[in-house]
């Protein structure tokens, strides 16, 4: 079989239920019934869940472990490029055929039952890692979490909140202590928390939550912190100080990512990891699209060779102030204008995203994103763009943009930004990955 048949598969699934999402595990139960629970014969689960560093956190994770020698399963969402890309078996993302089978299996089992596409693929995922000898799952969220579809582990070795802010306004709302309590649904009875940088009120939240269920919680800035110094960062927590290198992935906010994961090993019970095997994590560990320096591909042949092409899914606003971040502190020390190129989803609040980039960008152009549905405009998205305070015009297409900017970066060295939307840069690392 071929990853087409996947292809075929995955589309029958996404007309299984009109919804793209529907929150509720009322779906999910009995189909897992039907396959003999594989939800229950998984190994150690470590879910986590949070608005943006999720993927972050799961891939230091992932990189740690296995420099440890620990065989990981890893569920993350969306994919970029491919759906495989979401369920790593034992450190191997899953073969096309095997993909296939597990789908049809799935999809024969439920029959012609309402099942939203995250639903019934992550079911298949479960599957895969219940098959699959493997020594821990690192198992990510795709939305919120007290509904999310991952949220049927009734008992995890150990959970993890990133930080949260706004997003999915129209499934999660805009109230940010809501917003935590509903990420703080994946917190069990019992079972350790680790908690990343939060905002005061979301913190408050995932506190008093983990009060009530009896949950040991691990927070940052209480009972562990981290600090960049010369030679890398530093560690800190009741036992004491350790040093580590910085990490492989680009941006300020990747030490308190990498960071988290350290709390995290720390707090896993049954399972050694070294500093050694941290460091080496630290140094090999990989995440495309984030903060990714591009350097082959039609953009960077159509650009000069003294221009920084960065690429970065971010599509929220706290997203879009940690790159502004990171690109104003790379400009203290290597001063160079900075160009955009953003599509996005009409999902997504873009006005205060292009606002948190504003300080940095000198000119930018808009672009839809190619075959989305959801996506805005390049015309509407350039007048918020501009309402947010970026100089932005709309373009036809991403290569019309690269083009449209061709002037200003060759006149000088410049870093081009790509942004806005983890689809458009799924389609960016197709051709430019």
């Known amino acids: ?168 306004a129209d499934f999660l709302g805009t109230d940010l202590a809501g917003i935590a309590g509903e990420k703080a649904g994946i917190i069990k009875p019992g079972v350790p928390v680790v908690v990343g940088p939060q905002d005061p009120v979301a913190l408050d939240v995932l506190e008093k939550i983990a009060e009530k269920l009896g949950s040991q919680s691990y927070i940052y800035d209480r009972e562990w912190s981290c600090r960049r110094v010369e030679d890398g960062w530093e560690y800190r927590n009741a036992t004491g100080v350790r040093l580590f290198p910085a990490p492989a992935l680009h941006g300020l906010h990747q030490v308190e990512n ?77 001063p160079k204008p900075t160009f955009l190129i953003a599509g996005m989803l009409n999902t997504k609040d873009q006005k205060s995203y292009f606002s948190r980039l504003s300080p940095i960008i000198e000119k930018g152009h808009c672009i839809g994103i190619p075959g989305e549905t959801a996506s805005t405009s390049a015309a509407d998205l350039a007048a918020l763009a501009r309402a947010g305070g970026v100089n932005a015009t709309e373009m036809p297409s991403l290569m019309a943009a690269v083009e449209a900017l061709l002037p200003d970066l060759a006149a000088r060295p410049g870093r081009l930004l790509i942004t806005g939307s983890l689809y458009l840069a799924g389609q960016i690392l197709r051709d430019n990955g």
Not at 40 to 52: E, F, I, Q, S, W
Not at 136 to 165: C, F, H, K, M, W
Not at 309 to 334: M, T
Request: hydrophobic residues 45%; glycine residues 6%.
């Open 1 to 168: 079989m071929t990853g087409n048949n996947s292809d075929r598969i995955l589309a029958r699934m996404m007309a299984l239920h009109p919804k793209v999402i529907d929150l509720t595990l009322d779906r999910m139960l009995p189909l897992l019934a039907k396959l003999d629970h594989p939800e229950r014969r998984l190994p150690p689960v470590l879910h986590v869940a949070g608005t943006n560093g999720k993927g972050s956190l799961l891939a230091y994770l992932r990189a740690m472990l296995e420099a440890a020698g620990y065989r990981v399963h890893v569920y993350t969402s969306p994919h970029l490029v491919r759906f495989a890309e979401r369920i790593r078996l034992a450190g191997k993302i899953i073969e096309e055929d095997a993909l296939n089978d597990l789908l049809l299996d799935c999809e024969k089992a439920n029959g012609d039952t309402p099942i939203t596409y995250f639903e019934i693929t992550t079911i298949a995922a479960f599957k895969a890692f219940a098959e699959t000898p493997g020594d821990i799952l690192l198992l990510e969220t795709g939305l919120g979490g007290r509904y999310d579809a991952t949220n049927v582990v009734a008992r995890p070795a150990l959970t993890a909140i990133t930080p949260i802010s706004h997003d999915h």
């Open 258 to 334: 990498a960071a988290t994961a350290v709390a995290c090993l720390d707090h896993l019970g049954v399972f050694t990891v070294s500093d050694a095997a941290i460091a080496e994590g630290l140094q090999t560990v990989e995440w495309p699209a984030r903060m990714q320096r591009l350097t082959k591909g039609p953009i960077a042949d159509a650009l000069p060779e003294h221009t920084e092409i960065w690429l970065d899914g971010g599509h929220n606003p706290a997203a879009a102030e940690q790159i502004a971040a990171s690109f104003a502190r790379w400009n203290e020390r290597d």
